[in-house]
C-alpha cells in the first residue's frame, strides 16, 4: 500500500540554516565630540557618501545609518550628533538625547578623539562611552594632521589609563590611513548571525532625508557665524519625471535679519547653495536633478519643541 508520508526533510533545511549563520552581522555607534570627524569617519568605512560634513561643529543633527556588507559582514554604523555639554536651546538638548540614546543596545562603540590629543570637550562622551558589557574602541582621529608620528604612542599610553578600551587604533577618516584595521578591529565584536539589513541597503534613510541633508551641508560649508546654527530645511516637494528629480525645499531661519544674509547681495549666496547641493543631489542620486529653493523665518524655531518636531527633529529619528 503507497504511503503518503513525505521523506524527512528536515535535516536537509536545517543544514542550510547553519550556513548562513557563519556571517558575522552588529550595529556600531560612532560618537565623540562635535567636529571630531563621525561623519567622515562613517563615509569612509561605508565607502559611500551618506552623511554630510562640514569643518562647523554640530553639523549632525541626526541619528544616521551607514550600512557596509560584504560577502560575509554587515557593519551597521550609527552616525550621531556629537556630544556636548553647551546645553542651552531644545536643539542642543534634542541632539545629545539622540546620541546618547544611540549608545544604548549597541554590539560596539567606536568613540573618537583628535591625534591633537585629549580636551575637556571629549570628557563627556567618554563619561557616557563606558558602559558595562558593550565594548568600546578608541579610534584616534586626524593621524594625518600629526606633525610628529612620535607623539602617537605616548598619546595611545595615557588612553589606555583612562578607561577599559578594547582596543585603540589610530586613524585618519580623510585620508583612508588604517580604516581597514579599525574595521578589523570591529568585526570581532561582531555577533555571528544573519544580516540585520538587505546586502544592497546602504542606509535607513530615503532620498528626501538626504537631498535636506545636502542643502544643509552646503548651508554649513558656506557660512561662517550663527547662519547654519538658524538654518533648517524642508523638502516640500520630491517628483520623478521623466528621469529627472523636481526638488522644492524650503530653508527656515529664526529671524527677519537672517534672511538677506542667506540670500545675499542679487541672490548670489542661496543660488552658491542651490548648485552646489545640486550637483551633490545628482551624484548621491544618479539623475538629474532640478532645485527650487526658498528662504523663509519661522521665529525661534530652534528653540521651540513642536517647531522642532515640524521640522523632522523628533525623538527616535
Ligand atoms: N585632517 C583631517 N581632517 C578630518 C579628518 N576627519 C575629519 N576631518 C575634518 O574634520 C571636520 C569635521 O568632520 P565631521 O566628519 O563633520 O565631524 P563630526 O564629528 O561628524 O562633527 P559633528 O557632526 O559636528 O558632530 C571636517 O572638516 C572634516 O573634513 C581626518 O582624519 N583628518
Ligand atoms: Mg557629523
Known amino acids: 500500500m503507497p504511503s503518503n508520508r513525505r521523506p524527512p526533510t528536515l535535516w536537509i533545511c536545517s543544514a542550510k540554516v ?27 568605512l561605508v565607502g559611500q557618501k551618506i552623511s554630510i ?22 557593519i551597521v554604523y550609527v552616525d550621531t550628533p556629537g556630544l556636548h555639554t553647551d546645553n542651552k536651546g531644545v536643539m542642543n538638548r534634542y541632539m545629545n538625547r539622540v546620541a546618547t540614546a544611540s549608545l544604548q543596545d549597541v554590539d560596539c562603540v567606536v ?26 574602541i578608541l579610534a584616534i582621529n586626524k593621524i594625518d594632521q600629526l606633525k610628529d608620528r612620535a607623539r602617537l604612542l605616548p598619546l595611545m599610553e595615557t588612553s589606555s589609563r ?10 585618519s577618516a580623510r585620508t583612508g590611513a588604517n580604516a581597514d584595521d579599525l ?14 539589513y538587505p546586502a544592497d541597503q546602504l542606509s535607513d534613510r530615503g532620498e528626501r532625508f538626504h537631498a535636506a541633508e545636502l542643502i544643509r551641508e552646503q ?3 558656506g557660512f561662517r557665524q550663527e547662519i547654519p546654527y538658524v538654518s533648517a530645511v524642508k523638502i516640500e516637494q520630491f517628483r520623478r519625471t521623466k528621469g529627472a528629480l523636481n526638488i522644492e525645499a524650503t530653508i527656515w531661519v529664526e529671524k527677519e535679519g537672517q534672511k538677506p544674509i542667506l540670500i545675499g ?32 523665518v519661522r521665529k525661534g524655531w530652534s528653540d521651540s519643541d513642536s517647531a522642532l518636531r515640524s521640522l523632522g527633529y523628533a525623538d527616535g529619528e
Open 219 to 221: 548651508i554649513f560649508r
Open 162 to 171: 583612562k578607561a577599559g578600551f578594547a582596543e585603540i587604533v589610530p586613524v
Open 18 to 44: 547553519d550556513t548562513d549563520l557563519t556571517t558575522r552581522s552588529g550595529t556600531v555607534t560612532l560618537a565623540g565630540r562635535p567636529n571630531v570627524g563621525k561623519s567622515t569617519l562613517l563615509n569612509r
Open 53 to 74: 560634513t562640514s569643518s562647523r561643529a554640530q553639523t549632525t543633527r541626526h541619528r544616521l545609518l551607514g550600512i557596509k556588507t560584504t560577502e560575509h559582514a554587515q
Open 111 to 136: 568613540l573618537m578623539i583628535a591625534a591633537s590629543g585629549w580636551s575637556r570637550a571629549d570628557e563627556f562622551p567618554l563619561k557616557l562611552a563606558i558602559s558595562p558589557g558593550i565594548p568600546v
Open 265 to 296: 547681495k542679487d541672490g548670489q549666496n542661496l543660488k552658491n547653495i542651490g548648485s552646489r547641493a545640486r550637483l551633490a543631489m545628482q551624484k548621491q542620486f544618479g539623475a538629474k536633478v532640478h532645485l527650487h529653493l526658498w528662504v523663509k
Open 183 to 196: 574595521e578589523k578591529a570591529i568585526l570581532k565584536h561582531l555577533p555571528e548571525q544573519p544580516f540585520l
